[in-house]
């Protein structure tokens, strides 16, 4: 078969639905870097099948019971791997079920994250993870993962990088004329081939990701307080948005120029009963108090692409929570589902773009795993639960336990 024209290849591997083909890739060395490693068939293959990105939530895991010796810690997600920690650093692609060990003991960031846990308090540390970056070159001669870390001292910022084979300091550094520190629990964005890091002044942190050179934007944004912020992407227009939102309004804000965050549009939060965030009953704000906190509708902007707006709401008092869209073409709002979901916690939802991208390392190379390690049972689980058969988007599908799919 390794013999017949690639028209005829082809045309029998296009008849192959998704999981049927990546078990092909296994199958043999010339599956694998054809299926694998072939942009231009990947591209056709999805865009046959209109397999697009979907939106995924895993939290602290209903389903999967997790010691405290293997918390489980999604660092980030990029052209269809995942960047994910369980006691001990994976990236992982959940289409092919493949995945790699990297030995993080060599980087100067991860380890103040993710070692020494808190028992009362698993993720004490991980505030400062949104300082990780992980990013993926789809270049068709090299289509190597890199993780970079920026490392904050005062007004100078340095990077840490990993290809996949071991941690380096980058030559390039910024230093800015002014002190402001990364947005905690602000996940960082790719665009472009570049991660981006937004600080509290609005300004950003940006690192390319092939030339490993690294300038600030100097955009301003004056945040007012308790105002909530996401910073994600515009896949229609590829362009950097921050999203703001007080009780009042939700304000969509586009980079321009490199330089100047534009509004671009306004959304009203509304009181509608069971369709949008409620505000408390004047019954409740009676209270006062620790009663009234209990009581009170928190709620955060957890995703966004240019096509809807992804808001989870709950209560203190329980731990479940409603996941509301907003359908920016639409104008308007409608329920997802309920999910289990930590309070505060906005880092857990993430963009899941399906991929056949091979991450295995060569026979010489790769790391022996023992047959007893217990990593690896949570990490085939987790993989398993990211049904990229599951539609498509962030609208249509219904919402799960652990794994939430929209």
């Given amino acids: 078969m390794n013999d017949l024209p690639l028209f005829v290849l082809d045309d029998v591997l296009f008849r192959l639905e998704l999981k049927s083909l990546a078990m092909m890739r296994c199958t043999n060395k010339f599956f694998q870097s054809y299926i694998s490693n072939d942009s231009d068939f990947q591209i056709a293959y999805f865009a046959m099948y209109k397999i697009e990105p979907i939106m995924f939530h895993l939290d602290s895991c209903e389903k999967i019971e997790l010691d405290i010796r293997n918390r489980l810690y999604i660092f ?56 990780v970056g992980f990013a993926v070159n789809r270049n068709q001669t090299t289509k190597r993962f890199k993780i ?35 947005t905690t ?59 703001s939102g007080t009780e009042e309004t939700i304000s969509v804000y586009t980079l321009v120029e490199n330089s100047k965050w534009t509004l671009s549009r306004q959304i009203n939060i509304v009181s509608m009963e069971g369709n949008i965030i409620v505000r408390l009953s004047p019954e409740t704000q009676k209270l006062g108090g620790d009663w009234e906190d209990l009581f009170r509708i928190h709620w955060n902007m957890v ?10 709401e709950m209560r203190r008092i329980t731990s479940r929570g409603l996941v509301h869209l907003y359908d920016m073409e639409a104008n308007s709002w409608r329920i997802l589902g309920s999910i289990w979901c930590g309070y505060g916690d906005i880092r857990n939802f993430y963009k899941f773009t399906p991929s056949l991208l091979s991450v295995e390392k060569d026979e010489q190379t790769k790391v022996l795993i023992a047959s007893d390690d217990q990593r690896i049972p949570y990490l085939t689980e987790v993989m398993g639960l990211i049904d990229t058969t599951m539609g498509s988007g962030i609208g249509p599908n219904v919402v799960s336990n652990i794994v939430t799919i929209y």
């Fill in 76 to 131: 980030g997600s990029c052209s269809g791997l995942l960047l994910l920690y369980i006691n001990g650093l994976f990236v992982a692609n959940p289409l092919t079920k493949t995945y790699r060990i990297l030995d993080h003991s060599g980087s100067k960031l991860i380890p103040r994250i993710v070692d020494g846990l808190n028992l009362s308090d698993p993720f004490l540390h991980m505030e400062r993870a949104m300082c």
């Fill in 148 to 182: 970079v870390g920026i490392l904050e001292m005062e007004t100078v910022y340095g990077f840490e990088i990993n290809d996949g084979d071991s941690w380096r300091l980058s030559e390039t550094s910024i230093t800015t004329s002014t002190k402001s520190d990364l």
């Fill in 185 to 243: 629990n602000m996940k960082h964005v790719y665009l472009d081939g570049t991660l981006h890091w937004l600080r509290n002044d609005g300004s950003i942190i940006a690192f390319d990701s092939e030339t490993e050179q690294a300038r600030l934007i100097p955009s301003i944004f004056h945040r007012k307080q308790d105002m909530k912020l996401l910073f994600a992407t515009d896949d229609k227009i590829s362009r950097l948005t921050l999203i």
């Fill in 303 to 312: 995703a966004y692409d240019g096509k809807f707006l992804v808001v989870r």
